[in-house]
Antibody, heavy 125, light 107 residues
């Protein structure tokens, strides 16, 4: 079964660091981009960034560039999202998701087809 | 960034109704448009990719159309399990963006 399994919920204080994980299984982890999506309480989905585990090529949304770091360890099929200094405004559910692609001629259509179950991060003093 | 705007933000409908949700992009995105369904406490689920292609396993009552800047998601006959929040998302640019969501509620 193709799946992404995320690490468990975290409760942290402002200023603390954190690294959450997303482990892929059932497919070739190095062949698909993995994205991260934030969902603040009661709000919509925000695309944070994406990484290609095969070579660690990473792209960030301007809104999150410099605020988080996305990385991957292909030897253990795991992607990461980390913060060096958390803020209360980082309180949210964070999802990882696999980017699949369908090639039709010269066009590549892509979307997030497999999602992790989400990691709730709560930052409070 | 490409901005995605959905309408309406919320919608009340009854089982059996035909429902349409609209998504507009701030610039042309060809057919690089996906639709997701999210139920409370759950991860989003891909319904439609490339504007009109039904993801495997998704019921045929869901359909998508459009190209350029204007897109629609249609549910032909609402079922009880369809009450959820729906998001569009563009994959035209390297930096993907989502619409703000449309909450579909039971009337």
């Amino acid at each position: 079964e193709v799946q992404l399994v995320q690490s468990g919920a975290e409760v942290k204080k402002p200023g603390e660091s954190l690294k959450i994980s997303c482990k892929g299984s059932g497919y070739s982890f190095t062949s698909y981009w993995i994205g991260w999506v934030r969902q603040m309480p009661g709000k919509g989905l925000e695309w944070m960034g994406i990484i290609y585990p095969g070579d660690s090529d990473t792209r960030y949304s301007p809104s999150f560039q410099g605020q988080v770091t996305i990385s991957a360890d292909k030897s253990i099929s795991t992607a990461y999202l980390q913060w060096s200094s958390l803020k209360a405004s980082d309180t949210a559910m964070y999802y990882c998701a696999r980017r699949f692609a369908v090639v039709r001629g010269v066009i590549i259509w892509s979307a997030f087809d497999i999602w992790g179950q989400g990691t709730m991060v709560t930052v409070s003093s | 960034d490409i901005q995605m705007t959905q309408s309406p933000s919320s919608l009340s409908a009854s089982v059996g109704d035909r429902v349409t949700i609209t998504c507009r992009a701030s610039q042309s995105i060809s057919s690089y448009l996906n639709w997701y369904q999210q139920k409370p406490g759950k991860a989003p689920k891909l319904l439609i990719y490339a504007a009109s292609s039904l993801q495997s396993g998704v019921p045929s009552r869901f359909s998508g159309s459009g190209s350029g800047t204007d897109f629609t998601l249609t549910i032909s006959s609402l079922q009880p399990e369809d009450f959820a929040t729906y998001y569009c998302q563009q994959s035209y640019s390297t930096l993907w963006t989502f619409g703000q969501g449309t909450k579909l509620e039971i009337k």
